[in-house]
């Protein structure tokens, strides 16, 4: 892969100045990577046999704070829940905060390694269900741990606020809401910039930008749709939910590709449907899980509108006894760079990391609540908008990433188990190391050399 190039317009200018200074003293400082890198080993291990569900983070939010407090950090824990807040003062200076994620998800783990998590949790209707970091973030946490304790080592070579904010329930994207609507950036002191990072299915080294729109806006809604049950051998005298449902689902496909431009990206899946409880009972109900992603809230509030149109009118036309309820369960908004955050970050990884820096071909249409930590509103910050940049580092094996199908980035991740995967397994040591690397160098970009 070809490097990314310098598109500075100005050589000489400030930023170009800004970058060059902070490339250097990030080549210097990532020569002591190696001091940190067992601390970052042992705790990813850890964290990957002991994953915790969104809402459930007490382990491992005991473990950054334990480990944050190891480095000196001033750390306050319970903030929106398990979240933990670790901050480092080292003279005058910009603040600089760093997020990093720390719940996993409710997949039972197929990955074969010898550290595979075992750890399975109840469910409310008394099944059981595996628990496996399948994202990434004991990665992102160690990452997070690791960048901390180098930064905090070498003191000498910066001069800031370093805001370590370790965060909850980003799957269940409710986490970063309530960490600031618990005070995130009144209580502490509020950030001049918001880095984060994100583990993928590329070759491990990479790490992949991508300047303004990432990742984009998702709504997760849940549709009750009612009729009338009765014997599965006398269906004329019910009004069937579970067809209801099934018109629906059919005609909910035509939302983006009749009702929404070409121009703008925009999903709808239905990923869940629930009813009945036995083959000869009609039942007096069904409910759907859907999620829809879009860029922009315009398109987001458009296909909303278009999923209640529909799925009342379906329900109207079979004669259900009720309107359907139709709720947002979960949102967030798209993740968009900054454009001069995401320059300068770019411009340090691609001066140190050299062909593993490459932009990122497409926006991902999955979603992240880091987005929130850049738009001002109520329950959140006021304005104006704290500049934010968020990108991603690869973790597949250089030789399994050699031999995968394609030629291009896209075609062979198509290939390869990713994210939400139970077969999703990093390479530990090259991801790790560049995931620290890549950190501290986006850190120091924006905190101030020493003596300023």
Not at 51 to 68: F, I, N, Q, W, Y
Not at 375 to 392: H, K, L, Q, S, V
Request: charged fraction near 20%; charge should be negative; hydrophobic fraction near 45%.
């Amino acid at each position: 892969m070809d490097a990314v190039q310098n598109t500075a317009a100005d050589p000489f200018g400030p930023a170009e100045a800004a970058a060059a200074a902070a490339i250097e003293r990030a080549r210097q400082l990532l020569g002591a990577v190696d001091d940190v890198l067992p601390q970052v080993d042992g705790l990813y291990h850890d964290l990957h046999q002991h994953p915790e569900l969104s809402g459930m983070e007490d382990r491992t939010s005991a473990k950054v704070t334990e480990h944050l407090d190891a480095a000196g950090f001033e750390v306050a824990a319970g903030v929106g829940g398990f979240g933990v807040v670790g901050l480092l003062t080292n003279g005058d200076g910009p603040v600089v905060a760093l997020r990093g994620d720390m719940d996993a998800l409710p997949i039972r783990e197929e990955t074969g390694l010898p550290y595979a998590s075992e750890v399975s949790v109840a469910r409310d209707d008394g099944s059981t269900v595996g628990v496996m970091h399948a994202c990434g973030h004991d990665m992102h946490t160690s990452c997070l741990v690791g960048t901390a304790a180098l930064l905090s080592n070498h003191r000498d070579a910066w001069q800031g606020t370093l805001f370590i904010l370790a965060q909850p329930a980003e799957e269940t994207i409710s986490g970063a809401a309530a960490m600031l609507a618990d005070g995130l950036f009144t209580r502490f002191p509020r950030p001049d910039v918001v880095l984060g990072q994100h583990a993928t299915h590329a070759r491990a080294g990479m790490v992949l930008h991508r300047p303004g729109p990432i990742m984009a806006a998702s709504r997760n809604l849940r549709v009750r749709i009612f009729g009338k049950g009765g014997h599965g051998s006398s269906p004329h005298v019910t009004i069937d939910p579970i067809a209801m449902a099934a018109q629906a689902i059919v005609q909910l496909q035509t939302i983006v590709s009749r009702e929404i431009s070409p121009n703008d990206p925009a999903v709808v899946t239905v990923g869940s449907i629930h009813g009945g409880t036995r083959y000869n009972i009609v039942p007096p109900e069904v409910v759907l899980q859907l999620t829809t992603r879009g860029l922009t809230e315009a398109v987001m509030d458009r296909i909303q509108a278009a999923v209640e149109r529909i799925v009342t009118a379906v329900c109207a036309a079979a004669r259900a006894p009720r309107e359907p309820e139709i709720a947002v369960i979960e949102h967030t908004y798209a993740t968009v760079n900054d454009p001069a955050t995401s320059s300068l970050v770019r411009r340090v990884h691609a001066a140190l990391f050299r062909d593993d820096v490459v932009d990122y071909p497409e926006i991902i249409m999955g979603s992240e609540d880091f987005a929130l930590y850049g738009i001002p509103g109520p329950g959140r910050y006021e304005a104006p908008a704290i500049p934010t940049d968020f990108w991603f580092v690869g973790t597949v094996p250089a030789d399994i990433w050699e031999h995968a199908p394609g030629t291009e980035l896209l075609d062979k991740m198509r290939e390869l188990p990713g994210p939400h995967t139970p077969f999703f397994a990093p390479e530990p040591a090259t991801s790790l190391r560049r995931g620290v690397e890549a950190m501290t160098a986006a850190s120091l970009a924006h905190l101030d050399p020493p003596g300023r």
